[in-house]
């Protein structure tokens, strides 16, 4: 006789991995329905996050909440609670809402800096408002790029082909263990097995910034630029470690920039004894531990190497 099995005995070791992740990480993931009014138009909208503390801190994405007049919790159970936002950051498309409740399910961070491509990697989210659903695949690559809606480059992505779908955002992303080690933030539209998490070490970074001042402090230097090439013969005459720049294309009035005597036309080529070779180099060394310090800035101008004296400025000050 044929001998029957029990549907646990008849799992293998990958659904049973899967299984026993979500039923770890499950409870703390929730749907987050989103007001907002823009022009006086009430708008509806959708996402994912997951509690990270006891106290109903919730990770999710920037754009999910973006302009939020209002938000509501979802849970797995059914209960349903008000949200507010705590803080966010466009460049790297994070925020933190906190639900007002206590006693919460939640999940830890885990670590993301020993992925590895070819592990398996599950999203949890509510695509297109179906609550609670569940992916899977593999890490495809690490280290990779994405624009931010802000404009700035988002660097050392996790791509996966687990498939995301909106109203997946901002929902977790977790090893076959349970660990989080992701925030699943973006799929290429038309294009089917690619999609893209920000790294958990990456957004435990954030969030410290975010609970702490309810944003992240960047310097400015009171410039517009864009990549240019410096030309061969100048870069080699110079001595530069490359041939590209930032080019000044305009100086704010009164900016950091203007005050420390950068010129249109001028190609900044190092800042605080690091290369630039374009905008986004000079972005992600525009840190908070800059603003307000006088720091080395090397430039080309004409066919001459120069070294000023710039002082960044925050932000929102600029």
Request: proline letters at 5%.
């Amino acid at each position: 006789m044929p001998v029957a099995h029990t549907d646990d005995e008849l799992l293998d070791a990958y659904s049973r991995a899967v299984v026993g992740a979500i039923e770890l990480v499950g409870p703390a993931v929730v749907k987050l329905d989103v007001t907002t009014s823009i022009r006086g138009h009430r708008r509806d909208g959708s996402g994912s996050g997951l509690v990270f503390a006891p106290d109903g801190l919730v990770l999710t994405n920037c754009h999910v909440v973006e302009g939020a007049s209002g938000i509501r919790v979802r849970f797995a159970d059914g209960a349903v609670l008000d949200g507010t936002v705590v803080g966010s950051d466009a460049d790297t498309d994070l925020a933190v809402v906190r639900a007002t409740g206590s006693g919460l399910p939640w999940r830890p961070f885990g670590d993301s800096a020993g992925l590895r491509p070819g592990q398996v990697v599950i999203a949890l989210g509510s695509p297109y408002g179906f609550q609670h659903t569940v992916t899977a695949g593999v890490i495809s690559a690490l280290g990779r790029s994405l624009r931010s809606r802000s404009g700035r480059l988002i660097e050392n992505l996790i791509q996966t082909d687990a498939a995301l779908n909106p109203g997946n955002s901002g929902g977790p992303l977790v090893t076959s263990r349970g660990e989080v080690v992701g925030v699943n933030t973006a799929a290429i539209l038309g294009v089917q097995g690619i999609s893209f998490s920000i790294p958990i070490n990456t957004a435990r970074q954030v969030v410290s910034l975010l609970l702490r001042d309810g944003r992240v402090r960047r310097g400015v230097l009171g410039i517009a630029a864009q990549d240019v090439a410096v030309p061969r013969v100048v870069a080699r005459a110079l001595g530069l470690n490359g041939d590209r720049g930032a080019g000044i294309v305009q100086v704010a009035d009164g900016g950091a920039g203007e005050a420390a005597g950068l010129r249109q036309r001028d190609i900044i080529v190092g800042f605080d004894g690091s290369p630039v070779s374009g905008v986004d180099d000079l972005h992600r060394l525009l840190t908070e531990e800059r603003i307000g310090h006088p720091l080395p800035l090397t430039i080309v101008r004409n066919t001459e190497r120069r070294t000023l004296v710039v002082v960044p400025r925050e932000a929102s000050a600029a």
